[in-house]
């Protein structure tokens, strides 16, 4: 078979390797005689795997003792919702960074529960960009501040976090991983798994336990962080599966360590900006250059035949997912941790081929 | 490799041809140079699936178009909520029978949200039973009625169903596409796929599409009906692995036909309650007989000890998953569509030398 380049921002190309010992385990997992889809959430064989993906993530990311790590679904829009309705409690206000698309829909589900502070806006700026720590205008004694640290759609990426009093919240659906983070500077981080940690389906919560304590006894019992922390992640059936998944993917991560990673990450994106600078203005990155992502790459080309045209020629040459976003348009090359450097040298030749024949 | 006997209650056994066409196809997904796992939920290769999910449930339990079909995350335990917060308007009062643990995990969300009024409640008797048509106590103008088709733990099960004025809403979790079932009856069903539809990770849910136009404006986005209704579950990146299977299992289902597969469930189930009949009192099942689950087979043995070591023997002969619900204990056989009959042969034939041995 012959394997494309697939640049999708998520569901996102996973590691060969996961692919292939997933494939080898399929039918019959482990010598238990049956696949790891059929065994049940209490059975041996998957608190095993339960176990291995939380102590992967534990010791990648150097969580804390007093830190859950919780296997949710529902994806990120879900935790725009429970966020607030366990951490916003009432007399009290959540600041967020409006940073682009993905904050925006967490706003909008805040504004729902309750008092919402625009800590700083520039969600339709042009160039794309994420909010500078020092224009936050914080709320004294704030339930939180919320912050989507890669805006997937604009490309931007906050490069220095902010330290407020209050605890941080952080949506890093499309960066968890790709760097070292000290986790023990936020109150919680949440992560749509399709990224850089798995298949869809799984959303990772990382939560310091204190801060689920107080929320209001009559939410949903299925929205309450503390079920899952109380639990272990199986008040009800996890979505086993992408649980595995991603034990495999942070098994291959771990055989790099996450400081190698974020350098090839690093050096992933400089080719490809690079690439774009030396364009002369013929390829314009979207994203102001001091928050460009390095899981993200966006550009536009002088007009969108031309860009129509980019996507459907790359596509014919084996490089996928290169649309941008419905919502914006323009070019879209996410380079997740999986995703390997020579395709992007690989496309860095096709932009270039591409330019001259449509210059 | 051998396969063994998988009696787990769920996730569950599943087809061997599904878990080797999915292995085959793991790696490279239909010639398109990446797997399902990584196929974006907006590309073509994982928009067949989605839509083939959606066509062979439509026409496997023939659900008019008036109805939606919604592929959504969090199992029947958020649905517990999403049923209420959706159709349980102010002013209005549903009606629950209360059959069993998961019919009392209902009720307990949908009083957080309304009012409620416990229509039948048999939750502790036992024998295990769920109520009769005939016994429930109606509300007028109720905004529903919930019930619980199959009561995984305790092995009953709805044989007919009531038919109010007001709409039907069913928990279908253990038995759907178990038996034929008119789904026009119904305003609402609801299962999570790891029983008969396929692995964890994804909820089904069947709506009467003008059902969901009257959630209140400010319910969070992904809980609202509509939202899925209105994006073809495609408003966040569903889960689309679980979804895949699905696809497989309900293709699976379609080569044989609902009304074969549910002849060949009575059959199975009717093997084991005859073998537990014929024991004299020693194997004593749990149901009461007019309503003995065909998916969940419950029973005891004379002593708790002869249970410990009936599954701990069973579980060396090849038998896995015996062990009862640790709520109630107890001896479990769950035979759900993918179950052979040669498995349920296999277990009468080592109950019955158990038995002799320990009589």
């Known amino acids: ?37 059929e065994s049940s959430h209490r059975a041996k064989a998957y608190a095993a795997i339960h176990q291995e993906a939380q102590d992967n993530l534990r010791s990648l990311m150097n969580i804390p003792d007093n830190y859950a790590i919780l296997f949710l679904q529902g994806g990120a829009s879900t935790q725009f919702s429970m966020v607030p309705m366990n951490l916003l409690l009432p007399g009290k206000t959540a ?23 625009i800590a700083a806006d520039c969600q339709k700026e042009i160039p794309t960009r994420v909010p500078s720590v020092s224009e936050l205008r914080l709320t004294e004694d704030a339930a939180y501040l919320h912050i989507t640290s890669n805006e997937t759609i604009s490309g931007a990426q906050w490069k220095t ?17 790709s760097r070292p983070v000290d986790v023990s500077k936020f109150g919680l981080i949440y992560a749509g798994a399709q990224k850089n940690l798995g298949p869809s389906g799984l959303t990772v919560v990382i939560i310091r336990k ?3 304590e107080k929320a209001p006894e009559n939410l949903p019992t299925m929205l309450r962080y503390a079920t899952h922390i109380e639990n272990d992640s199986l008040y009800n059936t996890p979505p086993c599966f992408s649980i595995y998944i991603l034990a495999l993917v942070t098994r291959w991560i771990k055989k790099q360590g996450v400081e190698t990673l974020f350098r090839i990450n690093r050096e992933k ?3 490809l900006y690079s690439a774009i600078d030396a364009s002369e203005g013929w390829y314009k990155g979207t994203a102001a250059r001091e928050f460009r992502s390095d899981m993200n790459v966006t550009f536009r080309l002088p007009t969108e035949e031309l ?21 914006v348009g323009g070019i ?13 040298t690989a496309l860095v030749g096709f932009m270039d081929e591409f330019r001259k024949a449509n210059s």
Chains 1, 2 share one sequence.
């Open 1 to 37: 078979m012959s394997r494309i380049y697939n640049f999708n921002a998520g569901p996102a190309v996973l590691p060969l390797d996961v692919l292939e010992t997933a494939r080898d385990e399929l039918v019959d997992f482990n010598g238990t005689g049956m696949s790891i889809l």
């Open 95 to 117: 600041d967020y960074a409006n940073s682009g698309s993905w904050a925006a829909k967490a706003v909008k589900e805040a504004k729902k529960v309750g008092s919402v502070n």
């Open 161 to 177: 976090f902010p330290e407020p009093e209050c605890p941080l919240v952080a949506d890093m659906s499309s960066d968890i991983l």
């Open 210 to 212: 204190d801060l689920a």
């Open 269 to 271: 994106a400089a080719v």
């Open 307 to 327: 860009e129509a045209k980019f996507v459907a020629e790359a596509a014919k040459a084996g490089f996928a997912g290169l649309k941008g976003h419905r919502s």
């Open 332 to 344: 879209r090359a996410s380079i997740y941790n999986a995703f390997p450097a020579e395709g992007v």
